[in-house]
Nanobody, 120 residues
Framework: QVQLVESGGGLVQPGGSLRLSCAAS????????MGWYRQAPGKQRELVAEISGVGNTKYADSVQGRFTISRDYDKNTAFLQMNSLKPEDTAVYYC??????????????WGQGTQVTVSS
């Protein structure tokens, strides 16, 4: 069973930085894309950033220029470098992966979420 495990969340002051990691594990699989979503209290889950299998990236307008998504393809890991954090970035951040197990078609896998709180 494929699992996505996030790490790196926490409490940071406005203007600070955090780096989230998401590691995929469990059997033989192919990762087509990886992304980060977030959900703030009372709001819908939204896409923050996404990276394709060939390294193309996409960002939400609200994080463009502040956040950077990257991948370590050998270690099946994705990262989200978050700089110039704002209080409105406070949310639970979820890792998402479009992953194919064996010969099966790709399926959406989710991590358990990691809390990011931006506050003074």
């Amino acid at each position: 069973q494929v699992q996505l495990v996030e790490s790196g969340g926490g409490l940071v002051q406005p203007g600070g930085s955090l780096r989230l990691s998401c590691a995929a594990s469990g059997g033989t699989f192919t990762i087509y894309r990886m992304g980060w979503y977030r959900q703030a209290p009372g709001k819908q889950r939204e896409l923050v950033a996404e990276i394709s299998g060939v390294g193309n990236t996409k960002y939400a307008d609200s994080v463009q220029g502040r956040f950077t998504i990257s991948r370590d393809y050998d270690k099946n890991t994705a990262f989200l470098q978050m700089n110039s954090l704002k209080p409105e970035d406070t949310a639970v951040y979820y890792c998402n992966g479009g992953i194919a197990v064996g010969l099966l078609p790709p399926y959406d896998y989710w991590g358990q979420g990691t809390q990011v709180t931006v506050s003074s």
